[in-house]
């Protein structure tokens, strides 16, 4: 590659360019506190049909925290008023939501494996982690369209989400009779966890259709 190939245009990344690795693993490793705590939450409200918005309310966000546009731009110009504290993407609630889920979607599958290893067959077994890391793909992938402004880019990443998720939801419903008497709790589990990403897809699709109707 030549000095030509290159780009010339300054950076204008999210980071912070006097952050080291040391700042930046500090950064993640709150992060991954925040995402803990949604994720505790979640599973306190677990019985309630408005689940995620009364997790949403008791990690104290607003209904404009979870909209594309508005809601990344202030908390940019937030972050700007602190410099110790750059703004990317981890910091979006529906980036938070999105990893919190997966990760005790991932949990609650494993579960069902390790009880079942001889009943479910590789083949699920691989499809179902499979679906469930794209689900998480596309929607980060989402997230970051969202914050960058191309929320066509967005609603694309969402709808391949929603195939992820619905493919999911059809291997869940069909693992082997024999699982469920000791699985059965899990595997429903799974099934409103894979609702509610749907659920957090569709809203975000329909704020990125109505904010682009305004643009």
């Known amino acids: 590659m030549h000095d030509g190939d ?27 506190q925040e995402i803990a705590r949604f994720l505790a939450c979640y599973q306190e409200a677990q019985a309630q049909p408005d689940r995620l918005d009364v997790a949403a309310r008791n990690m104290g966000w607003e209904n ?34 999105c990893r919190a889920l997966s990760v005790q979607l991932s949990r609650s599958f494993q579960k069902i494996c390790r009880d079942n290893l001889v009943e479910i067959p590789a083949p699920v077994a691989a499809d179902m982690m499979l679906g469930l890391s794209d689900t998480q793909h596309q929607m980060i992938m989402a997230i970051n369209a969202t914050d960058t402004g191309d929320l066509p880019l967005a609603l694309v990443h969402m709808k391949r989400a929603l195939v992820s998720i619905n493919f999911s939801i059809g291997l869940a419903t069909q693992l082997p009779e024999v699982v469920k008497p000791t699985s059965l709790a899990t595997i429903q589990e799974i099934e409103a966890i894979l609702f509610d990403l749907r659920e957090v897809c ?7 259709r109505w904010d682009g109707s305004r643009g």
């Not at 290159?6 to 991954?32: C, I, V």
């Not at 569709?202 to 990125?208: E, F, I, N, P």
Request: hydrophobic share 30%.
């Open 202 to 208: 569709l809203r975000v699709m329909a704020d990125c």
């Open 6 to 32: 290159m780009p010339h245009g300054e950076f204008d990344g999210s980071g912070n360019a006097s952050w080291g690795e040391k700042d930046w693993t500090g950064y993640l490793q709150r992060n991954d």
């Open 64 to 97: 404009a925290d979870w909209v594309p546009g508005d809601g990344a731009e202030e908390a940019a110009e937030e972050a700007e008023d602190k410099p110790d504290l750059p703004y990317c993407i981890h910091q979006h609630p529906v980036y938070i939501v």
